[in-house]
């Protein structure tokens, strides 16, 4: 039995029941050992389509060097950039431009751009925003929660 037919069996299992940890670990490290149209073939098996847990990690394994790539290049980015780019829907990387805008705010770089940038965006990032602003005022302490 190949390892491609040993996950396969597994996800098989897995799709009728659930996953056992030990056997999803080891699926999981058996993926790079795989070729590519072996993964391929996986992500789009009917017995994985469903399971959305090793199916992404069978996409990080499928294109490890572009994901890692682009989240490099997005943390690279000034702000400026950064935020041109969150504005893009069509760039494909909101959700990851998001996220770094997020750790930026946290850690004090270029709030104010930020600020304007998640304004002027959805109503959950204008609200991430308020909360941000509501823990810097009163703390994590439930006494003055009220806006």
Known sequence: MTEYDYIIQQ???????????????????????????????LYYSKWVKEDRVFRESVFNTLFKYKVGKREERVKNLPIEELIAEFHDKKSGNVALVRKEMRERYKAGKDRGQIVIAFNNATKSDLQWVKW????????????????
């Open 132 to 147: 941000q602003i509501r823990k810097e005022r009163y703390g994590n302490s439930g006494s003055n929660n009220r806006w």
């Open 11 to 41: 996800c098989k299992v897995a799709h009728f029941s659930r996953w056992n940890d030990a056997e999803l670990r080891k699926c999981v490290e058996l993926l790079p050992n795989l070729s590519r149209q072996e993964l391929t073939a």
